[in-house]
């Protein structure tokens, strides 16, 4: 089993829809969440972070977390063309992370 | 500052030969992070350094792998010899390390095609 699990897309959605993306992990000992977005032909970016169960907002995104079922998701509302991109989640194991394959996002005007 | 910088951008060489490939991470990070991407795989941890010395290589897939990073602006990834599986991108990140250490700061890759 892979430690970190996402479904890899492609999802495609018109603007101004609610996205949801998840994840999940083996590994209960892990504490710390991150989404990063990539671009294409670019390296990722840290887009989200969090260490605790329940939800963080900033702007049109919401990290949400929920270690009992070790499960983590992304929601983009309101979405735009813009937020087309690769979202990969990420766990922190020590100084080291690992990241999910990634999902495929289009945004459609 | 800059932020992470790689080169070359792209690279196009043919099986068997040596592949050098460069990074400068940002000033005063602590960590330094070589990462391979596929769409097979995604992207993997080959190796990390902390303060300059190498702390895990366990994601180094075999010999024809090696990593140095002589001093704390610059690290190497070196395959030799190249061979036409080893075709991917190869991202370069740094951090300053701590805990939590959400942030990794990515370059924009070198792309590697060995034919």
């Known amino acids: 089993q892979k430690e970190v699990e996402q479904d890899p897309g492609p999802l495609s959605v018109p603007e101004g829809a609610i996205v949801s993306l998840n994840c999940t992990y083996s590994n209960s000992a892990f504490q710390y969440f991150m989404w990063y977005r990539q671009y294409s032909r670019k390296g990722p970016e840290l887009l989200m972070y969090?260490?605790?169960?329940g939800n963080k907002e900033d702007g049109r995104f919401t990290a949400q977390v929920d270690k009992s079922s070790k499960y983590i998701s992304l929601f983009i509302r309101d979405s735009q063309p813009s937020d087309s991109a690769t979202y990969l989640c990420?766990?922190?194991?020590?100084?080291?992370?690992?990241f999910g394959p990634g999902t495929r996002l289009s945004v459609l005007p | 500052d800059a932020g992470v910088i790689q080169s070359p951008r792209h690279e196009v060489t043919e099986m068997g030969q040596e592949v050098t490939l460069r990074c400068k991470p940002i000033?005063?990070?602590?960590?330094l992070f070589w990462y391979r991407q596929t769409m097979m795989r995604g992207l993997e941890l080959l190796i990390y350094?902390?303060?300059?010395?190498?702390?895990?290589d366990s994601g180094m897939p075999e010999d024809r792998f090696s990593a140095k990073m002589p001093n704390a602006s610059f690290s190497t990834l070196k395959i030799q010899p190249s061979e036409p599986r080893d075709s991917a991108v190869y991202f370069c990140?740094?951090?300053?390390?701590?805990?939590?250490?959400?942030?990794?700061?990515f370059g924009s890759g070198t792309q590697l095609s060995v034919l």
């Open positions: 969090t260490y605790s169960s």
């Open positions: 350094f902390n303060n300059n010395v190498p702390i895990d």
């Open positions: 990420a766990i922190q194991r020590g100084q080291n992370f690992v």
């Open positions: 000033s005063g990070h602590d960590y």
């Open positions: 990140a740094s951090s300053l390390g701590g805990q939590p250490n959400e942030k990794l700061f």
